[in-house]
């Protein structure tokens, strides 16, 4: 490209919702404040009279234990279990953290119950598990599964998480859901799809960079792959570089996507790539990377709380690129809490006991087509903005568009019964 057309491209003003701002004294504040924490358990019948207590304890709730008893599936009658979610980690792989054990992933998981609650009415119970081993940690969520309509396994650190998750979706009779990499995928897959839909281009023909082979990255590919991708365009890249076919010491979920290229090193596959895929860390890509790229190129840098390049500098050295982020302060946020409730409570209306891809590819047609519909005054006025129509900085919903919560879980019940 010429000097031209490398100018700044600088995202509309009036796409950007304000960053909230605070101190670190102010999260502490705000999870200390009243009842400690961010959750409380509420009785959802009256506990009034004695009659009541009789009703809800002894001898009335044998009643409802006999039923169960001969019929599990009563549970979901008579029980809370149909509406409640185990959110379980080990506190591998905390929210960008790192490994910093069971307890301290508390408030995450925590956080993660009052999403489920606001967006999508789903009750949470987060189970942190000190887990000596792998094996411990299965053992430990098969044991109190009974008590959960679904499971949602968070911040476990690859390649773990990728054997935790098979072993418990092959032992349990309930959905399990690893929303790094499940939840993570379904949100890369419908903005990556809308962003080259914007750029006139298509998955089946796009060349596509991913930086970072672990759970998001994984799963996001397969995904993209089921979803009509061309895996002989597509290049990964881990810490060794880019995984190739020459390479024979590489773990399954690597092995998978070596590649037959001469491509060794991150600036040698971003050469002509229509699309990135950053789920790795901060400043990793480089303007020089960015120029390399295809014509209209797609860049979705996703570290977090700093992606693998910063949007003043793609926009600096491209100005026909699509970018995206994992912040709020950006145009094109690609967050999770798009996915995840919308798709557990469809999960959860369906009875399903897995969560399938037909499911997950279901979320991901519902979430990118309703981007492309014009957006309701409500959700402008909550983002403080005057106008958004799909395009280049718009190419997800809004958290707070109440038309999710519509689309999303029907299109997953209609798929789990399919």
Do not use: W
Request: aromatic share 6%.
């Amino acid at each position: 490209m010429d000097a031209e057309n490398k100018k700044s491209r600088k995202p509309a003003a009036k796409s950007r919702p304000e960053r909230p701002h605070f101190t670190d004294q102010e999260a502490l504040e705000f999870h200390s404040r009243g009842r400690p924490g961010k959750l409380e358990i509420m009785a959802t019948k009256p506990m009034a009279t004695q009659r009541d207590l009789s009703l809800a304890y002894s001898p009335g709730v044998a009643v409802p234990v006999l039923a169960i008893a001969e019929d599990p599936s009563k549970a979901f009658d008579y029980t809370a279990k149909g509406n409640l979610v185990g959110v379980s980690t080990n506190g591998t792989a905390i929210l960008g953290l790192g490994n910093r054990g069971a307890l301290a992933a508390k408030p995450v998981m925590e956080g993660k119950a009052v999403l489920f609650k606001r967006f999508a009415n789903i009750d949470v119970f987060d189970i942190e598990v000190n887990a000596p081993s792998v094996q411990a940690f299965i053992d430990t969520v098969v044991n109190i599964a009974p008590t959960f309509g679904g499971i949602n396994l968070e911040d476990i650190a690859a390649p773990h998480c990728f054997e935790i998750e098979k072993a418990l979706s092959e032992r349990l009779d309930i959905p399990v859901f690893h929303d790094d990499q499940h939840g993570t995928a379904v949100i890369i897959c419908a903005g990556l799809i809308n962003a080259l839909h914007v750029q006139g281009k298509k998955l089946s023909e796009a060349r596509i960079v991913c930086l970072g082979a672990g759970a998001a990255g994984n799963a996001s590919l397969r995904l993209l792959l089921a979803m009509g991708a061309d895996k002989s365009k597509l290049l990964v890249v881990d810490k060794v570089g880019v995984l190739h076919s020459g390479m024979t010491d590489l773990p399954p979920h690597h092995a998978f996507f070596a590649a037959d290229t001469a491509a060794r090193t991150l600036a040698d596959a971003m050469q002509g790539a229509d699309a990135f895929i950053g789920v790795s860390a901060a400043n990793l890509v480089t303007p020089d990377m960015i120029k390399s790229m295809a014509d209209k190129p797609v860049v979705f840098a996703l570290a977090n709380p700093d992606p693998e390049i910063s949007p003043a500098a793609a926009h600096a050295a491209r100005d026909d690129l699509i970018m995206a982020t994992g912040r709020s302060d950006y145009p094109n946020q690609v967050n999770n809490v798009l996915g995840f409730p919308f798709i557990f409570r469809g999960t959860l209306d369906a009875r399903a006991k897995r969560i399938t891809q037909k499911m997950l590819i279901a979320a991901v047609h519902a979430l990118a087509e309703l981007a492309r519909e014009p957006v309701p005054a409500d959700v402008l006025a909550i983002y403080n903005l005057t106008e958004l129509a799909f395009g280049r900085d718009y190419i997800l919903p809004k958290p707070f568009d109440a038309r999710l919560i519509e689309r999303i879980p029907p299109a997953v019940v209609k798929a789990a019964k399919e």
